[in-house]
């Protein structure tokens, strides 16, 4: 099952700095969106306030038309699933058992249901022989396609992906935006926050470029990137195409 989400007229204040200033942000259900941008410039706190990691001084948040903000913290974040940069993986745990935990604990799904869930989104990732190794053991991109599967076995509504490609080496990047693009050609709704221009042009259904906290311009792939509108969207694909 996948879910739309829309953010409206989201402001957030951090130590002092305005960091989002009325963003609007909007995937359809099983599309993607893409969220573009220099460094520093909102993305990935946007991110934290659509699963109320921060919890926004304005605007709202809706899934599938209702308001996500009255609803328990905790059984939204089991509707959206979030792969950061860091793989954030228990090191001490097999990778069957770091993707068995939150089905047990949030969904109470019984010791061998988890361990069958796990193996089935192993399979999904590419990763079926690596169930009973420790994340130690597995490349950059192995840990990083074992976070998606933990957070896929939670059968979220819309994923997340913040920058989930910067901290792998350049080799291990493609089978991580394959992985990626697998998942919203299957009809995965997904936010993804990216600097790899390729993946954004070629998989976005909608492409989101933010500055200093605010959206700058927002359309179709073909639109941001053959006839970007704005000086600040022309200088910035200038620098990263």
Same mark, same amino acid.
């Given at each position: 099952?996948?879910?739309?989400?829309?953010?409206?007229?989201?402001?957030?204040?951090?130590?002092?700095?305005?960091?989002?200033?009325?963003?609007?942000? *909007?995937?359809?259900?099983?599309?993607?969106?893409?969220?573009?941008?220099?460094?520093?410039?909102?993305?990935?706190?946007?991110?934290? +306030? /659509?699963?109320?990691? *921060?919890?926004?001084?304005?605007?709202?948040?809706?899934?599938?038309?209702?308001?996500? /903000?009255?609803?328990?913290?905790?059984?939204?974040?089991?509707?959206?699933?979030?792969?950061?940069?860091?793989?954030? /993986?228990?090191?001490?745990?097999?990778?069957?058992?770091?993707?068995?935990?939150?089905?047990?604990?949030?969904?109470? /799904?019984?010791?061998?249901?988890?361990?069958?869930?796990?193996?089935?989104?192993?399979? +999904?990732?590419?990763?079926?022989?690596?169930?009973?190794?420790?994340?130690?053991?597995?490349?950059?991109?192995?840990?990083?396609?074992?976070?998606?599967?933990?957070?896929?076995?939670?059968?979220?509504?819309?994923?997340?992906?913040?920058?989930?490609?910067?901290?792998?080496?350049?080799?291990? +990047?493609?089978?991580?935006?394959?992985?990626?693009?697998?998942?919203?050609?299957?009809?995965?709704?997904?936010?993804?926050?990216? *600097?790899?221009?390729?993946?954004?042009?070629?998989?976005?259904? *909608?492409? +989101?470029?933010?500055?200093?906290?605010?959206?700058?311009?927002?359309?179709?792939?073909?639109?941001?990137?053959?006839?970007?509108?704005?000086?600040?969207?022309?200088?910035?694909?200038?620098?990263?195409?």
């Amino acid at each position: 099952m996948s879910a739309s989400l829309t953010g409206t007229g989201l402001h957030l204040r951090l130590g002092g700095n305005q960091i989002l200033r009325g963003v609007d942000i *909007h995937v359809d259900a099983g599309k993607t969106t893409t969220v573009i941008g220099p460094s520093g410039s909102g993305k990935s706190t946007l991110l934290r +306030v /659509l699963n109320r990691l *921060h919890e926004p001084d304005a605007g709202d948040i809706l899934i599938d038309g209702d308001s996500v /903000l009255t609803e328990n913290p905790d059984r939204l974040r089991q509707r959206i699933g979030m792969v950061f940069q860091q793989f954030n /993986l228990f090191p001490h745990r097999t990778v069957a058992d770091n993707i068995a935990l939150g089905p047990r604990k949030l969904r109470g /799904l019984s010791k061998d249901a988890a361990r069958t869930l796990a193996l089935e989104q192993l399979e +999904v990732v590419g990763l079926t022989g690596k169930a009973d190794s420790r994340p130690a053991n597995l490349s950059g991109g192995q840990q990083q396609r074992v976070a998606i599967a933990r957070a896929l076995a939670m059968k979220p509504d819309i994923m997340f992906f913040d920058e989930a490609t910067s901290a792998l080496d350049p080799e291990l +990047v493609k089978g991580v935006l394959a992985l990626m693009s697998e998942l919203a050609a299957g009809g995965m709704s997904m936010i993804v926050v990216t *600097h790899e221009m390729g993946f954004a042009r070629s998989v976005s259904d *909608h492409v +989101v470029f933010m500055d200093g906290g605010v959206v700058v311009e927002a359309g179709s792939p073909d639109e941001l990137f053959d006839n970007a509108g704005t000086p600040r969207l022309r200088r910035f694909l200038d620098q990263v195409l």
